[in-house]
Antibody, heavy 121, light 113 residues
């Protein structure tokens, strides 16, 4: 069974850092683009970042460039999001998502349950 | 960035009736080299992550009931639920994957009358 399980969310002060993890199982992780997306409380969906199968290409939404870093460990079937200089507007549920095989990075065909990040003093 | 808009914001439909959601992109998402529209629809039920329903504007994801259909091309798209069921209560989002950043519409909430 395909599973994406996020962890690492929590309460952090503005300016702080947090590292999210996503453990994948049930598919060949190294064969897929992977992404992070987020959803602020009561709001819509926003794509955050994507990483190619071998980590050689990474893309970010403008609002997180220079603050967030996406990475992966194919040996551990894991995806990460290092979040620095966090702001109140980064408060959201963060989802790990798989890129659809025929399209790649920008179409997300399976999403994890999400982990909540709250940035507040 | 390509801006996605949806209408209506919310929709209340009787069980068994048709529900229609519209989505518009600020520029064409039709890729001329393969004649494919880079447009997807997602369903998000309360407390759950989004679920991919339709991609290439009209291709249903595996396991999605055939009462869900997508249509349109270029900048104007439609998601139709032909006979609304109780389990279809959700927020529906369109998304363009034509280029980076992939962008979502604001969502349409579908409820039962």
């Amino acid at each position: 069974e395909l599973q994406l399980v996020e962890s690492g969310g929590g309460l952090v002060q503005p300016g702080g850092s947090l590292r999210l993890s996503c453990a994948a199982s049930g598919f060949t992780f190294s064969s897929y683009w992977m992404s992070w997306a987020r959803q602020a409380p009561g709001k819509g969906l926003e794509w955050v970042a994507s990483i190619k199968q071998d980590g050689s290409e990474k893309y970010y939404v403008d609002s997180v460039k220079g603050r967030f870093t996406i990475s992966r460990d194919n040996a551990k079937s894991s995806l990460y999001l290092q979040m620095n200089s966090l702001r109140a507007e980064d408060t959201a549920v963060y989802y790990c998502a798989r890129g659809q095989s025929s399209v790649g990075s920008r179409l997300l065909d399976y999403w994890g349950q999400g982990t909540l990040v709250t940035v507040s003093s | 960035d390509i801006v996605m808009t949806q209408s209506p914001d919310s929709l209340t439909v009787s069980l068994g009736e048709r529900a229609t959601i519209n989505c518009k992109s600020s520029q064409s998402v039709l890729y001329s080299s393969n004649n494919k529209n880079y447009l997807a629809w997602y369903q998000q039920k309360p407390g759950q992550p989004p679920k991919l329903l339709i991609y290439w504007a009209s291709t249903r994801e595996s396991g999605v009931p055939d009462r869900f259909s997508g249509s349109g091309s270029g900048t104007d798209f439609t998601l139709t639920i032909s006979s609304l069921q109780a389990e279809d209560v959700a927020v529906y989002y369109c998304q363009q994957y034509y280029n980076f950043p992939p962008t979502f519409g604001p969502g349409t909430k579908v409820d039962i009358k």
